[in-house]
Each structure stands twice: as structure tokens, then as C-alpha cells.
């Protein structure tokens, strides 16, 4: 079983629709990152959530942290074109060392 | 500057081939990492270096051999690969090897073996 499942698996929504992206686990973290990954790109960093029921906005995208810290959601309002792409929560887990373990990612394609 | 170069963008290669892939990063982070990125799934880690030393390795196969040269640059040499190692090859790099670190991607290289 993958650490973190991401669903849904595929968005296809029309452009200025909204749609809330949800990643869960059965572990609790001490923190969790949101990337956003463009076709022919590496993962760039969203933002990091680090309090239970934190809540952050990085402009229509709104990022939050589950109050037990064992899940977390992405809401984008009125998405556009700009925004298609595989969103990946992550984790910096520890077992014999440190290691970022990504979510099985969401893959969305907003339509113009 | 939080850029990470990778080199080269796309490659091709024979499952005799003996090629490299190169990843510089100008940040001066001192832990770098690779990952493979098989197509509709999240990266996954292969290696990570801290201060230039080789630090964990995920049971990857010997065809793959990672070098440090210096603090700015990371290798991967490929060599007798198998068509079912094509993927993307994302390098990353950080500060440190630490809690809470922020890793910065580079673009990655998309690896055809065939």
C-alpha cells in the first residue's frame, strides 16, 4: 500500500470551474508539501503545510492540512488553462534515513 | 537563482550503450539526489548524496552508478539498461539532507532504451 493516495487520479474540468484535490494516509506527519509537476518539468514546490488544520492560499489555489495531520486538500477556484498539470502531495519520511515520498498524484486537465 | 540544470534533455540509447547523465546545480546545496519517474507515476528516489558522499541507495541495479565530482555536479552513469529502465531521470537538489529541506527539481532527462 503507497504512504500517500491521492484522488481523484484524473481531473478534466472546464476552464473557470473549481475542484478540490484530496490526499490521504494513515500515518500522521509532522509536515506536507504540495508540488505541481508541467509536462517535460521537474516538480516545483507549492508550499508546505506544517500545523494541523492549517490553511494556506497561494493565489486561487487553497492548500490544507487535516487537523490530525494524517491528510490534506488542494482547492482551485476557477481554474485555467495555466493550471493543468499532475499535482503531487509529498512527504519527508523517515524510516533508516530521511526520504521524500510522493502521493500516487492527480493529473488535471483544465479545458479553455 | 534556485535552478537546477540536467543534461542531456532527451536520450537514446542501446541496451549495449554506456551513457551519462549530468546534473549541476549552482545553489550550494550540499545534498543532491536522483529519482526515476516512470510515466502517470510520482517520482521515486534512487540515490541521494550529502557533502559529496553517497548516503542511500535503493537497492537500485549496478547498471546505474551515481558520482559526485564536486559539490555542484551529480552523474549518473547508464550502462546495459533494459527497455523497462525508459523514464523520466529527475536530479534534485537542497541545502542539506535535513528535516524539512526544500528540494528544488531540475527539468529531468526522458531516457529511451531500446
Known amino acids: 500500500t503507497q504512504l500517500l493516495e491521492q484522488s481523484p487520479q484524473f481531473l478534466s474540468i472546464q476552464e473557470g470551474e473549481n475542484l478540490t484535490v484530496y490526499c490521504n494516509s494513515s500515518s500522521v506527519f509532522s509536515s506536507l508539501q504540495w508540488y505541481r509537476q508541467e509536462p517535460g518539468e521537474g516538480p516545483v514546490l507549492l508550499v508546505t503545510v506544517v500545523t494541523g488544520g492549517e490553511v494556506k492560499k497561494l493565489k486561487r489555489l487553497t492548500f490544507q492540512f487535516g487537523d490530525a495531520r494524517k491528510d490534506s486538500s488542494l482547492h482551485i477556484t476557477a481554474a485555467q488553462p495555466g493550471d493543468t498539470g499532475l499535482y503531487l502531495c509529498a512527504v519527508l519520511w523517515m524510516d533508516s534515513s530521511y526520504k521524500l515520498i510522493f502521493g500516487s498524484g492527480t493529473r488535471l486537465l483544465v479545458r479553455p | 537563482d534556485t535552478e537546477v540544470t540536467q543534461t542531456p534533455k532527451h536520450l537514446v540509447m542501446g541496451m549495449t550503450n554506456k551513457k551519462s547523465l549530468k546534473c549541476e546545480q549552482h545553489m550550494g546545496h550540499r545534498a543532491m539526489y536522483w529519482y526515476k519517474q516512470k510515466a502517470k507515476k510520482p517520482p521515486e528516489l534512487m540515490f541521494v548524496y550529502s557533502y559529496e558522499k553517497l548516503s542511500i541507495n535503493e537497492s537500485v541495479p549496478s547498471r546505474f552508478s551515481p558520482e559526485c565530482p564536486n559539490s555542484s555536479l551529480l552523474n549518473l552513469h547508464l550502462h546495459a539498461l533494459q527497455p523497462e529502465d525508459s523514464a523520466l531521470y529527475l536530479c534534485?537538489?537542497?541545502?542539506?539532507?535535513?528535516?524539512?529541506?526544500?528540494?528544488?527539481f531540475g527539468p529531468g532527462t526522458r531516457l529511451l532504451v531500446l
Open positions: 534534485a537538489s537542497s541545502q542539506d539532507w535535513a528535516y524539512r529541506e526544500t528540494q528544488y
